[in-house]
């Protein structure tokens, strides 16, 4: 049986982290490509049976550009990895279960900013502007002290913003409370 690790680190080029996965001690990655930032790789490795998983991206930092994507499949005992440009590999499910147990509470890689954006995306998760805009996600990665807010309704995105002092969690999360009472519904 293969074993499965990874390592977070910080790519300025995508203003974001990638995930590297290591199996059996060797890059799955490999040169030339990025891993996936930790949120979009936990949210895939938490769905429930599935069998296509994106595990690096092209060094654009683009999702859906040059992709390494695996095939997944999983038994009570295995799964198995297999993709066009390397070898299948298969693993224990209990090791396979801990690293992604690991991997989706590790969040000593996110710096104030990363954090206040999970904890706002929580916060945020299903709840609809007045005017019948759902939340997608939030950002403080597009300019110092603001916080930016993507809501959607059929094919129509709009940003919202509120400032917050950058440095501190509870800052962000009182404003947040704030824009959430002002500009969603209850």
């Given at each position: 049986?293969?074993?499965?690790?990874?390592?977070?680190?910080?790519?300025?080029?995508a203003?974001d982290?990638e995930?590297?996965?290591?199996?059996?001690?060797?890059?799955?990655?490999g040169?030339?490509?990025?891993g996936?930032?930790p949120?979009?790789?936990?949210?895939?490795?938490?769905?429930?049976?599935?069998?296509?998983?994106?595990?690096?991206?092209?060094?654009?930092?683009v999702?859906?550009?040059?992709d390494?994507?695996?095939?997944?499949?999983?038994?009570?005992?295995?799964?198995?990895?297999?993709?066009?440009e390397?070898?299948?590999v298969?693993?224990?499910a209990?090791?396979?279960?801990?690293?992604?147990?690991?991997?989706?509470?590790?969040?000593?890689?996110?710096?104030?900013?990363?954090?206040?954006?999970?904890?706002l995306?929580?916060?945020?998760?299903g709840?609809?502007?007045?005017d019948?805009?759902?939340?997608?996600w939030?950002?403080?990665?597009?300019?110092?002290?603001?916080?930016v807010?993507?809501?959607?309704?059929?094919?129509?995105?709009?940003?919202?913003?509120?400032?917050?002092?950058?440095?501190?969690v509870?800052?962000?999360?009182?404003?947040?409370?704030?824009?959430l009472?002002?500009r969603?519904?209850?």
């Open positions: 049986m293969s074993s499965l690790s990874y390592q977070i680190i910080a790519n300025p080029d203003n982290h995930v590297r996965l290591f199996v059996d001690g060797a890059d799955w990655i040169e030339g490509r990025l996936l930032d949120p979009d790789l936990v949210k895939q490795l938490i769905e429930d049976r599935r069998t296509r998983l994106i595990v690096g991206r092209c060094t654009c930092g999702l859906g550009c040059d390494v994507a695996v095939t997944q499949r999983a038994t009570a005992k295995t799964v198995e990895w297999s993709c066009v390397r070898q299948p298969v693993f224990d209990e090791h396979f279960d801990s690293q992604i147990r690991a991997l989706t509470k590790d969040h000593s890689w996110e710096p104030v900013g990363r954090t206040v954006e999970r904890l995306d929580e916060m945020f998760s709840k609809m502007t007045d019948g805009y759902v939340f997608e939030s950002s403080t990665r597009n300019q110092p002290y603001l916080v807010a993507s809501v959607r309704k059929n094919q129509h995105q709009k940003l919202l913003e509120f400032s917050w002092d950058g440095e501190t509870a800052n962000a999360l009182s404003r947040a409370g704030r824009f009472r002002e969603f519904d209850g």
